[in-house]
Structures are given as C-alpha cells and as structure tokens.
Antibody, heavy 117, light 107 residues
Framework: QVQLKESGPGLVQPSQTLSLTCTVSGLSLTSNSVSWIRQPPGKGLEWMGVIWSNGGTDYNSAIKSRLSISRDTSKSQVFLKMNSLQTEDTAMYFC???????????WGQGVMVTVSS | DIRMTQSPASLSASLGETVNIECLAS??????LAWYQQKPGKSPQLLIY???SLQNGVPSRFSGSGSGTQYSLKINSLQSEDVATYFC?????????FGSGTKLEIK
C-alpha cells in the first residue's frame, strides 16, 4: 500500500536551514508527484511546493526564494530544504502524494518542526 | 492567488443531524475542489475530489456539491467519529490553496 513518512530534526535555530526527508513506499517517484504542506500549530494548511514525476518543481511564491525540493528516486525519497528559518516557520510539515498536481490522496504522519534558540 | 473562504469557522451539532460546510472561492475554480477531514493529532484525509466525487473508502453520508465559486460539504446522520476539522482546497490554479477550516463538534 502507499505510504509516506517524514523525518527530520524537531528543533531548528533561527536563521538556520531546515532539511526534511519524505520516504515513500508503494509508489514510484518517476510516475507520481509529491508535495510538501505545512500547518502551524492550531492553524490552517499551506501548500509549499511540488516535485513532479519528471523531476521538475513548482513552489509557492510566498516562500519560493527560501525553498528547494529534490529527490532521490533510487532511495524513494523526496527532500525539502528551506533556509533563513524564523519562528513563524514553526509548524507540522507533511508530504503528500499529489496526483497530477490536484488533490492530496495519501499523506504522511507529519513531522513537527520548532524554530527556537 | 485564489482565496478560499470557508464557513462557519466552528459548528456544533447533535448526533444524527445533517450539517453543511461552505467554501467560497475568490474566482471560478471549475469544480477543481477537494474536501479533507483532519482529526486531532492526525494528518488530513481526502473525502471528496472534483467537488462531488467520493474518495474510495469514505462513508456515503459525506457528499459534496457546487460549481463556479460556491461549494459545500454535507454530512448526513452525524456520527461521533465525524468530530474533526474540515478543509476545502482548490487545484484550479497555483499556488494550491486551502480554506481556513471548520471545526465540527458534537452537542
């Protein structure tokens, strides 16, 4: 069955770079697109960006200058890197399958990231 | 960016009741709309896509409708397990955007 699982550090210092990994199983990254979505505590959902099945990417313009999404198809992993973190980047970060860039039909459990010194 | 305005922000209803949640898009999204259910401490789960198509495994008491800029999620015969926050999401244009959520509680 399709599964996604996020991993990464729970605590990041302000101004530092966040690195997260989404490990997928039950699907091929060369025929599926995967997005990153985040949710600050008690708040709504923000789409961050997508890596398409062909390896191309699209980002939310609000954070585009700080964000990079890449992948390693041999390891079935998708990576998120975001620099210049601030306290407002504290959130639960999810990866999700995003068929043809539409809805999100499979989600990971999420990883909580706190930005604090 | 397409703004998704969701209402109400919170809702309290009795078991067995029917509830409706609304989502208004800032422009026509041509039924490119999904609904999600998020239970506390969990990731969102897809309920409805293409405005009115039920995702596999979702109970038939959930249904979606609408067109243009106005959409709604209907839950018939409210069950205790329906306590959650519900979000709409448009995928007509990038960036993909979500409504602010409706928190559903049982009276």
């Amino acid at each position: 069955q399709v599964q996604l699982k996020e991993s990464g550090p729970g605590l990041v210092q302000p101004s530092q770079t966040l690195s997260l990994t989404c490990t997928v199983s039950g699907l091929s990254l060369t025929s599926n697109s995967v997005s990153w979505i985040r949710q600050p505590p008690g708040k709504g959902l923000e789409w961050m960006g997508v890596i398409w099945s062909n390896g191309g990417t699209d980002y939310n313009s609000a954070i585009k200058s700080r964000l990079s999404i890449s992948r390693d198809t041999s390891k079935s992993q998708v990576f998120l890197k975001m620099n210049s973190l601030q306290t407002e980047d504290t959130a639960m970060y999810f990866c999700a399958r995003n068929p043809k860039g539409t809805d999100f039909d499979y989600w990971g459990q999420g990883v909580m990231v706190t930005v604090s010194s | 960016d397409i703004r998704m305005t969701q209402s109400p922000a919170s809702l309290s209803a009795s078991l067995g009741e029917t509830v409706n949640i609304e989502c208004l898009a800032s422009e026509d999204i041509y039924s490119d709309l999904a609904w999600y259910q998020q239970k506390p401490g969990k990731s969102p789960q897809l309920l409805i896509y293409n405005a009115n198509s039920l995702q596999n495994g979702v109970p038939s008491r959930f249904s979606g409708s609408g067109s243009g800029t106005q959409y709604s999620l209907k839950i018939n015969s409210l069950q205790s397990e329906d306590v959650a926050t519900y979000f709409c999401q448009q995928y007509n244009n990038y960036p993909l955007t979500f409504g602010s959520g409706t928190k559903l509680e049982i009276k």
